[in-house]
């Protein structure tokens, strides 16, 4: 079993719908939770860093973790076709800086 | 914003050649990764160093070496490249402090032929 589930999607929804993506982890030691979108040929960039359970809103972008199910989302607001992306989550425990990421959820938004 | 510069955007090479990949950041973070990432898998960990001339392995270092001789600069190396390393390979930093997320530069396309 991985240590982080996603579903990879495709995860296809109409201009302006909310999304909701997600994952889930088995490792309860994990306690920075981070947010990545990925656009073709190009890297990850942060969209949304928590520490520890509760929610943290940034624009359309809210992120929430619950440490007692094991499981974050991010949601997106007002979808955009700009939005089309892969979105990758990842945590880390409390001592060091490696990462562990699952293994992305491919969204569309169709204008 | 950090800047995560990777040095070749597509490479081609052939089985047995050894390969360089570099990475150059320019925020004077201590803390450096090589990843590689392919479909399904997601991002795997091969090599990260926490200061110049120091280097941990990652989750698949097999086939891999890293050098980091300057702060700002960490070269991945392959030592004998083969058709199975064809992958996308990022470069990330970190500063040392706090467990603070990772920048990523816009990955090297690697093909082995």
């Known amino acids: 079993q991985k240590e982080v589930e996603q579903d990879p999607g495709p995860l296809s929804v109409p201009e302006g719908a909310i999304v909701s993506l997600n994952c889930t982890y088995s490792?309860?030691?994990?306690?920075?939770f981070m947010w990545y979108r990925q656009y073709s040929r190009k890297g990850p960039e942060l969209l949304m860093y928590?520490?520890?359970?509760g929610n943290k809103e940034d624009g359309r972008f809210t992120a929430q973790v619950d440490k007692s199910s094991k499981y974050i989302s991010l949601f997106i607001r007002d979808s955009q076709p700009s939005d089309s992306a892969t979105y990758l989550c990842?945590?880390?425990?409390?001592?060091?800086?490696?990462?562990?990421f699952g293994a992305g959820t491919i969204l569309r938004v169709k204008s | 914003d950090v800047k995560v510069t990777q040095s070749s955007r597509y490479l081609v090479k052939r089985t047995g050649e050894k390969v360089f990949l570099e990475c150059v950041q320019d925020m004077d973070h201590e803390n450096m990764f090589w990843y590689r990432q392919d479909p399904g898998l997601g991002l795997r960990l091969i090599y990260f160093s926490y200061d110049v001339k120091m280097k941990e392995k990652g989750d698949i270092p097999e086939g891999y070496s890293v050098s980091r001789e300057k702060k700002e600069r960490f070269s991945l190396i392959l030592e004998s490249a083969s058709t199975n390393q064809t992958s996308m390979y990022l470069c990330?930093?970190?500063?040392?402090?706090?467990?603070?997320?990772?920048?990523f530069g816009d990955g090297t396309r690697l093909s082995i032929l």
């Open positions: 928590t520490y520890s359970s």
């Open positions: 990842a945590m880390s425990g409390p001592y060091g800086n490696k990462l562990v």
């Open positions: 490792n309860s030691a994990f306690q920075y």
């Open positions: 990330a930093s970190s500063p040392q402090q706090g467990n603070q997320p990772q920048h």
